[in-house]
Nanobody, 118 residues
Framework: QVYLAESGGGLVQPGGSLRLSCEAS????????MGWYRQAPGKQRELVAT???????QYGDSVKGRISISRDDVMSTVVVNIDRLRTEDTAVYFC????????????WGQGTQVTVSS
């Protein structure tokens, strides 16, 4: 079993900053990528940012230029910081871990609500 512990989120004012952290634990084999996605009401889940095992970073178009992502050396913890938050950043944010051999699989966190409002 693989577990993802998410922290951060909550109510943030427009223009503010947000920090989300995710720690993976359990029987993890062959981490391929780790990062964050989000889903707003009535919309599909979309990429926020993810770090591939080779160090490549992929950013979602909606947060490019406002986001940073980092990981620890063993890739068990990933942290994202999003600046200049907008009301459209309101969503449930999910941690994601892609892992496993020979068949990669996705493990998702339970999600944390982020609300950007004054």
């Amino acid at each position: 079993q693989v577990y993802l512990a998410e922290s951060g989120g909550g109510l943030v004012q427009p223009g503010g900053s947000l920090r989300l952290s995710c720690e993976a634990s359990g029987h993890i084999i062959n981490v391929l990528a780790m990062g964050w996605y989000r889903q707003a009401p009535g919309k599909q889940r979309e990429l926020v940012a993810t770090i591939i095992s080779d160090g490549t970073i992929q950013y979602g178009d909606s947060v490019k230029g406002r986001i940073s992502i980092s990981r620890d050396d063993v890739m068990s913890t990933v942290v994202v910081n999003i600046d200049r938050l907008r009301t459209e950043d309101t969503a449930v944010y999910f941690c994601n871990l892609k892992h496993g051999i020979p068949f990669p699989q996705d493990t998702w966190g339970q999600g944390t609500q982020v609300t950007v409002s004054s």
